[in-house]
């Protein structure tokens, strides 16, 4: 556990629905996180994991700024100093009003970097809202930010060409794009028709790869999702994005009401520990444990797959049907085959691989 992540979600609530999101939206819990106790349980991790090396700390929800701005910058005041090698960021759907206290703190603890989130048709519930963002993501572009674009794999997604949504961050000023898919949790669970199928998602992101090469648009914006499949064929690291299959041991996220789980998709239901047991406990909590173990684990399938030397397997949360994976299967063999027939293989890093952020 040399590089840490911990997912601080300020809040349960959101002031969006978002009909696929894996909170619950604006009907999640009206309440905020304690400060006092979130501040002492971040300051313990130093001496509860000596060999902790890297330390990022999320702002993250619900929406993380609807709690008190003052509150937030408590947490990075107290704390910031007291780790080495420690970043922060957060991740928010900027549809709200950009106040001088906010802006200040986007600039300063968060570095004028930020990640939000996008959707073609089920992100904002009416023309206002959507101008509302584009206007927050412009005014943060011209004053320098670097914006991370997460768009969820909805239907509406994979039933839109990937080029136009690229030339849409493109024509914004944004500089990174992510597409996530969809896991189990929150609303997504209510909303199973905005689901794509593995086979859809298969087919759209093969169409994203081949239309990033026909338009030459790896350079224009960074692509997060594809530069992390590259990097299984280009620099042969299977590990690259949730392919990793050990984000259950290094992540954490203190929900608001104080409860603990891995991944912060499945927080809400899946805590394992609360931020006043001892650390120890937490580590060694049987259902962290149970949880981790599932992570590891493979489908056994994945073992006679032709790509399992360049996957190792997708996230544990993505659901096969039938016989389908939810990896783009598809886009590995072709990317594979490539480099077979490839005489001059790649024999350094691609520095943008290190552009990957959380």
Partial sequence: MKDIMVY???TETCNLNCSHCFTNGINGRKIYFDVN???HWLKSLKDNLPMMKTLHIEFHGGEPFLAPIADMQKVYDEVNSMHDNITWGATTNLVFKLTDDKLEFMRTVLNKRIGTSWDPKIRFANEKQRELWENNVRTLIADGFTLKLFVSMSRDVTNTEPKEIIDYA?????????FERITMNGNAKKNLALWPSNKELDAWFLKYHEQIVEHNLRDKIYHNFMENIYAKTELNFPDAGTWCRNCEQKLFTLNADGTIAGCPNSAPEDHYGN???PFFELLLNPKRKEIIACEAARDPRCFVCPVFDICGSDCHQLEWEGDVCASPKSLMMKLKDNINNTVNKPKKL?????KLHS
């Fill in 350 to 354: 691609d520095v943008r691989l290190f």
């Fill in 37 to 39: 106790k979130t501040v």
């Fill in 275 to 277: 931020i006043d047991m």
């Fill in 170 to 178: 493109i024509g914004l000023g944004i500089q990174e794009i992510d």
């Fill in 8 to 10: 601080l979600k300020t």
